[in-house]
């Protein structure tokens, strides 16, 4: 799959945000919060286009889904490797 260079660009940034407040050791930390921003993101987005109750379950199945199949993509190096290779 080949991801638009505006929405590279956009992960980028996260990711680049992501390693700045990371620098002091607390990856872990960092990698939690991004996932619950996100979540909280999402559900704002959600909300803030009349997501009602009964299309919650959707929205969860949704985001779920993409998750993962983002982590997947990530992991078998569909837009390159997630870590230089040491060499």
């Known amino acids: 799959m080949a991801y638009p260079p505006e929405f590279l660009k956009l ?3 996260f990711i680049h945000l992501a390693n700045r407040l ?3 050791g607390k990856d872990g930390e960092v ?3 991004i ?3 996100a979540g909280r993101y999402n ?3 959600f909300m803030s ?4 109750q009964q299309d919650q379950a959707r929205a969860v199945e949704f985001y779920v889904s993409e998750y993962r199949n983002a982590l997947v993509s990530n992991l078998e190096g569909v837009v390159g490797p997630v870590i230089k ?3």
Do not use: R
Not at 49 to 52: L, M, Y
């Open 43 to 45: 559900a704002f987005n």
């Open 11 to 13: 992960v980028d940034e």
């Open 22 to 24: 990371a620098e002091d």
């Open 35 to 37: 996932l619950f921003a």
């Open 85 to 87: 290779p040491q060499g």
């Open 49 to 52: 286009h009349n997501g009602t």
């Open 31 to 33: 990698s939690a919060a």
